[in-house]
Nanobody, 124 residues
Framework: QVQLVESGGGLVHTGGSLRLSCAASGRTFSSYHMGWFRQAIGKEREFVAV????????IYTDSVKGRFTISKDNAKNTLYLQMNSLKPEDTAVYYCAARSGNVPSTESRAYAYWGQGTQVTVSS
């Protein structure tokens, strides 16, 4: 089992940047594929980015490609999401999630462990 705690959210203007962190405790962090998901008010939770447990493979949803970067530091048990060129449509609660198994996944139902979420608000 792993416990996840997100931080780094906040209010920024369009074009600004934020870096989200997800601190993990419990079982070995390096054994998990990690993902970022987000949920805006009135919308379903959606996939943002995923990274394989080794950090060698990443996948992004099209709307964030070239603007967001997912990374993980297994030595620090921490997942990151660097968000640049933020847009109002990026406004949402952002969640990190952990998945065991052989491959990473873009499906939220594949993730057993979730953080509590951190709010990101981008003003126009």
């Amino acid at each position: 089992q792993v416990q996840l705690v997100e931080s780094g959210g906040g209010l920024v203007h369009t074009g600004g940047s934020l870096r989200l962190s997800c601190a993990a405790s419990g079982r070995t962090f390096s054994s998990y594929h990690m993902g970022w998901f987000r949920q805006a008010i009135g919308k379903e939770r959606e996939f943002v980015a995923v990274i394989s447990r080794s950090g060698g493979s990443t996948i992004y949803t099209d709307s964030v490609k070239g603007r967001f970067t997912i990374s993980k530091d297994n030595a620090k048990n921490t997942l990151y999401l660097q968000m640049n060129s933020l847009k109002p449509e990026d406004t949402a609660v952002y969640y990190c999630a952990a998945r065991s198994g052989n491959v990473p996944s873009t499906e939220s139902r594949a993730y057993a462990y979730w953080g509590q979420g951190t709010q990101v608000t981008v003003s126009s």
